[in-house]
């Protein structure tokens, strides 16, 4: 048997390819938060409570409104956008002016009251949601046996992750967004809605969270707290990659995906911790973050 650093091929290559899954699902959540605190200056603690929504509006529209899972992929991200327009505009738009400390702290009360009400309905136990039927099965690479929907997670999340950061860095809406946050007054004078641009940037992050949700409802139990779970890793990833950086979160996300995978086959009991360590490192080395900008 082929063995890699004394792991047998086979193991080491199925980690693998489960650290860039969950790298994926890391960089398309940090990619949301990065949008919003990059563009908007919101340390969004409801992110992961909208992650699970999306999950949760997946499944609650197949098992009552009969919507299959490519459908769900167009439209709980619009659904769970709108959603975040709504809390823009008629909650954090009130604090706008105050401590980002405060915008936090109303995020993060928002998670709970999402979480515990999610968990008063349907309980903490989690329900599965059916791989469809196109994404059934596998193919054999011959040096393993790759899931089919776990590659279609992966293409879809980095297919997404691309788009994004092309938007944003190199054409002219991504230009408007961008002056928009750093000179508000210039852009109102020039007729744009600065106000309008800020609530559908923060509806635009919250969808990519929703959209990674609905990736997630076929690999992982949906309930009211797989979102505060991951919400943790995720913001460690953001903080290593910069905050604020587009690229950086995409980057790092996978890469720390493949640390993590990684360090399970060689040192499982650093698994849970190994991403922490690299942040802690990053911010004594970088204190900016490896793709952020020293203020």
């Excluded at 992961?48 to 499944?59: D, I, Q, S």
């Amino acid at each position: 048997m082929t063995m890699i650093f004394g792991v047998p091929v086979m193991v080491f290559m199925g980690q693998l390819m489960l650290g860039l899954i969950n790298g994926a699902f890391y960089a398309l959540l940090s990619l949301g938060l990065a949008v919003i605190f990059g563009l908007l200056k919101i340390i969004n603690f409801a992110h992961g409570a909208m992650y699970m929504l999306g999950a949760f509006a997946a499944l609650l529209g197949l098992q009552h409104l009969g919507l299959n899972y490519w459908a769900a992929l167009l439209v709980v991200p619009l659904v769970v956008g709108g959603l975040g327009m709504l809390i823009e505009r008629f909650i954090l738009r009130r604090i706008a002016h105050l401590d980002h400390l405060y915008g936090l702290l109303l995020t993060f009360g928002l998670a709970l009251i999402f979480e515990g009400s999610l968990t008063n309905f349907f309980g903490v136990s989690g329900s599965s949601y059916p791989t469809p039927e196109a994404l059934q099965g596998g193919v054999n690479l011959g040096f393993m046996f790759l899931p089919i929907y776990r590659g279609w997670v992966l293409v879809a999340a980095l297919a997404v992750c691309l788009a994004t950061w092309f938007i944003i860095e190199r054409t002219r809406l991504g230009a408007y967004l961008r002056a928009g946050t750093e000179n508000p007054a210039l852009m109102q004078a020039f007729g744009v809605n600065v106000p309008q641009l800020i609530t559908l940037t923060y509806g635009f992050g919250v969808a990519l969270a929703a959209f990674a949700g609905v990736l997630a409802a076929p690999l992982y139990p949906v309930s009211p707290t797989m979102g505060s779970s991951l919400l943790i890793v995720v913001f460690a990833v953001v903080v290593i990659g910069g905050m604020g950086s587009i690229i950086g979160a995409v980057i790092t996300g996978l890469a720390m995906g493949l640390i993590e995978g990684l360090t399970k086959v060689y040192y499982p009991e650093a698994a849970n911790t190994v991403i922490f360590v690299v942040m802690v490192v990053v911010l004594m080395l970088r204190p900016a973050g490896l793709f952020g900008k020293e203020a």
